[in-house]
C-alpha cells in the first residue's frame, strides 16, 4: 500500500484536537503515530472517542522539557504538573500521559513510548497522512486490523470491518495474514470480517 | 407501575446482544457502502455533527 494518503475533508473537533497536538510533535521533529480509535474515526467511522491513542519515540530529558514547554501553551498534562516527575514516573517507564486542552478534561491525548516489538514496528512503518494540507502519521492498516481483533471487545471488532472494509482493495494481504498470524486471530477474521 | 421485577432469561438476552452485534457489523457494511459512493464533504460533514454534538 502506497505510503502517504491525501485527505480532504470537513474537520470536526476530535480533528482539530489531533492536529493541534500533532503540529506540535511535527514542529520539534519528534516521530511519532497515532494506533487505535482515532484511525477509524480520520476516515469517517461513525463514532467519537474520549482519547487518541499515540506512540512516540523515546528522547532524553532535555528534549522532553522541550517538548513538555511547548505542548503546555495550549495542552496540559492532567495526570501531573511537574516535567520531571512526568518524565521520570511515566515516560521513561512507558507508562502513558494523559494531555488536554488547557482548562479542559476530554477530549485528550494519550502518549507512550514503545514497549514491545509491534509498537516498535508500528511506529517505524507509519502511514503519511495530508489532512487538509497538515501532516500526520498513522499506523499501518493491517496491523491496526489485526490488532483491533486481538483487542476484540465489540468497538474494537467495529473498528477492524470498518478498515478492513474501506481499505480492502488497498491491503497488502500477505502483509495482514502475517499480522493475523503472530497475534492469533484467524478465527476472528474468518468470524467478523470475511 | 408494578413491583415485580421482570423474568430475566439470560440466554434469551445473550441471543439478543450477539443478535444486536451482527446487525451493527452489517451497518458497518452498509456505512461503508454509503462513505464509498458519497464525496468527502458529504460525510465528513455528517461525522462533523455527530462528533461535535
Known amino acids: 500500500m502506497n505510503n502517504k494518503i491525501i485527505l480532504e475533508k470537513e474537520l470536526n473537533d476530535l480533528d482539530l484536537f489531533t492536529l493541534d497536538f500533532v503540529n506540535i510533535l511535527n514542529k520539534l521533529a519528534i516521530k511519532y503515530v497515532i494506533v487505535s480509535g482515532y484511525v477509524a474515526i480520520l476516515f469517517g467511522r461513525s463514532r467519537g472517542s474520549e482519547d487518541v491513542d499515540l506512540i512516540i519515540e523515546n528522547m532524553d530529558y532535555s528534549k522532553f522539557s522541550e517538548f513538555w514547554t511547548e505542548l503546555h501553551t495550549k495542552f496540559e498534562c492532567i495526570l501531573v504538573d511537574d516535567p520531571k516527575m512526568a518524565y521520570d514516573d511515566y515516560f521513561k517507564s512507558k507508562d502513558r500521559l494523559r494531555f488536554a486542552k488547557i482548562d479542559t478534561f476530554i477530549p485528550n491525548m494519550e502518549i507512550k513510548t514503545p514497549a514491545t516489538d509491534i509498537e516498535n514496528w508500528v511506529l517505524a512503518n507509519s502511514i503519511e497522512v495530508n489532512l487538509n494540507k497538515n501532516k500526520l502519521f498513522i499506523s499501518s492498516f493491517e496491523l491496526q486490523i489485526a490488532y483491533k481483533l486481538y483487542l476484540g471487545s465489540e468497538k474494537d471488532i467495529e473498528d477492524a470491518r470498518y478498515l478492513y472494509k474501506l481499505f480492502e482493495d488497498r491491503l497488502d494481504q500477505n502483509k495482514l495474514s502475517e499480522f493475523i498470524n503472530l497475534l492469533e486471530v484467524k478465527n476472528k477474521l474468518e468470524r467478523y470480517l470475511l | ?53
Open chain 2, 1 to 53: 407501575m408494578t413491583n415485580k421485577f421482570p423474568v430475566v432469561n439470560l440466554k434469551q438476552l445473550d441471543k439478543e446482544k450477539e443478535k444486536n452485534f451482527e446487525q451493527r457489523l452489517k451497518f458497518i457494511d452498509k456505512y461503508v457502502e454509503y462513505i464509498k459512493k458519497t464525496s468527502n464533504q458529504k460525510w465528513s460533514k455528517e461525522q462533523k455533527k455527530l462528533i461535535n454534538f
